[in-house]
């Protein structure tokens, strides 16, 4: 499996191996200091984002990313 995952909203290239947890969701994964990169599990899944822009995007419509 590859390290690299592409940003659900604008595609940029990122690492999945967002490293440096800064507390954990309601279902017990890592959060991600955002600087480095952030993610969401939504659906089952997680999704990469680059910034914290696209992952709001992404929050207000991710149907319109999946």
């Known amino acids: ?9 604008c595609g940029a290239e990122i690492s999945q191996s967002i490293e440096n947890p800064v507390g954990q969701t309601s279902s017990g994964a890592d ?17 990469y984002f680059d910034t914290l822009t696209c992952r709001s995007r992404f929050e207000a419509s991710p149907d319109e990313f999946v």
């Open 1 to 9: 499996m590859s390290d690299t995952a592409r940003c659900q909203v």
């Open 31 to 47: 959060e991600v200091d955002p600087i480095k990169g952030t993610k969401r599990f939504w659906s089952g899944r997680w999704y």
